[in-house]
């Protein structure tokens, strides 16, 4: 049974960074598609990074520029470095993860559609 574990979220001021990071046990191949999405409260968990495990990566307008996403495909981790915080980002931000096999498209229906959730961590962004 595959399972996601999220690290790295807290309280930051604007301005400020963090280092989301996520890891992926129960494996037996590597995702071809992981991200991050995130949700306010109040609103809808919206995504906001997605990158295959060929390196294609993909934004959503709100992070692009100050947040990064990467990979270890080795440790079937993916992480978020998020810079430049400001109050708007606070959410809990969770990771997903394709369970299919192959190379199957990396996108955030995928994600909805097929994969699988870590539990989430929260981050603050208040001065």
């Known amino acids: 049974q595959v399972q996601l574990v999220e690290s790295g979220g807290g309280s930051v001021q604007p301005g400020g960074s963090l280092r989301l990071s996520c890891v992926a046990s129960g494996y037996t191949y590597t995702p071809y598609c992981m991200g991050w999405f995130r949700q306010a409260a109040g609103n809808q968990r919206d995504w906001i990074a997605l990158?295959?495990?060929?390196?294609?990566?993909v934004y959503a307008d709100s992070v692009k520029g100050r947040f990064a996403i990467s990979r270890d495909n080795a440790k079937n981790a993916v992480y978020l470095q998020m810079n430049s915080l400001q109050s708007e980002d606070t959410a809990i931000y969770y990771c997903?993860?394709?369970?299919?096999?192959?190379?199957?498209?990396?996108?955030?229906?995928?994600?909805?559609?097929?994969?699988?959730w870590g539990q989430g961590t929260q981050v603050t962004v208040s001065s």
């Open positions: 997903a993860s394709d369970t299919r096999t192959g190379d199957t498209g990396c996108n955030s229906g995928i994600l909805r559609s097929y994969g699988v």
């Open positions: 990158m295959s495990s060929r390196g294609g990566t």
